[in-house]
């Protein structure tokens, strides 16, 4: 039988493709519900990706670490500001580049570069550091001059983990999440959580999880989220996702065979209406 998600109500706080993702749980007979988490801000006087530019250009990195797509266009945004491109391609291509994930290596691709290293699914911190390490006969860490593309929020397990291996580390921030300019379809969505409205969330990122609860604070909703929650089916797109619901203390019901918005739904859509009967089918449930 094919994944349905039955008529279920889902709620989706993508933001860059939530169009795209609505009409993937309306394909799999889910009821969409949109409330956009978060927006992405280009830092445009940002000081660190200047002097990330300058000092590639000088030569004076061996490794550039690249962790998103979005993130790595927004520094060619910047390079391309300053009318250097070519010559900052070539420095990029002088020094490795390590990728976490296929979108930016997608990007790279289209610039007629390759990653010396790209991290495994499921692309988080962990998978590569080991990547680098299983590397470590090409490029020991230790000594080595490592610039980090950052995204949204800082990645302090990252950073320590490389300055734990002996590497001089600049971090180079490009974009920061914020919240959406309209907050009311997150507000009503926070609101038909803690009233039960909903049988499904799916996470994509880690900063809706945050933006979620910080809206439910604003509108003194917040326990009754925590409580509604618990009674729907919490699916994650993948381990940093899931990690986060879990310091939040939120059970994670379903995590993406593969860390991708289509994995995400198909698996949600051919789980939820199991998970959801076993969540409000017993006495301690709601």
Known sequence: MSPSFSGLRVLVLESRRSTEMAALVSNYGGQPVSAPALREVP?????????FIDALLRHEFDLVILLTGVGTRALLA???RRGVRPAF????????????????????????????????????WR??????????????????????QEYGTSNPQLLEGLRDRGATV??????????????????????????????????????QVVHLFEVARQ?????????????MVVASIGPTTSEELREQGIAVDIEAGHP????????????????????RGGAAVG
């Not at 830092?43 to 002097?51: H, I, R, V």
């Not at 976490?100 to 790209?118: D, F, M």
């Not at 909703?221 to 409580?227: L, N, S």
């Open 170 to 207: 600049v971090s180079v921030p490009v974009y920061r999440y914020a919240l959406p300019d309209d907050l009311e379809p997150l507000k009503a969505a926070a609101r038909a959580v803690a009233e039960r409205e909903l049988d499904v969330a799916l996470f994509t990122t880690a900063t």
């Open 89 to 124: 391609l070539s420095a990029l291509d002088s020094a490795k580049i390590a990728a976490r994930g296929p979108k930016p290596v997608a990007v790279l691709r289209e610039l007629g570069l390759t990653p010396w290293v790209v991290a495994p699914e499921p692309n988080t």
């Open 219 to 231: 509108i003194d909703v917040e326990p009754a989220v925590r409580q509604g929650l618990a009674s």
């Open 43 to 51: 830092l445009d006087t940002n000081t660190e990706a200047f002097a």
């Open 127 to 148: 998978e590569l550091l080991a990547a680098l390490d299983a590397k470590a006969s090409e490029l020991t860490l230790r000594g080595a001059r490592v610039a980090v």
């Open 78 to 80: 910047v390079v391309d």
């Open 260 to 279: 991708k918005m289509g994995f995400l739904v198909r698996d949600a859509a051919e789980r939820s209406a199991h998970v959801l009967r076993t969540k």
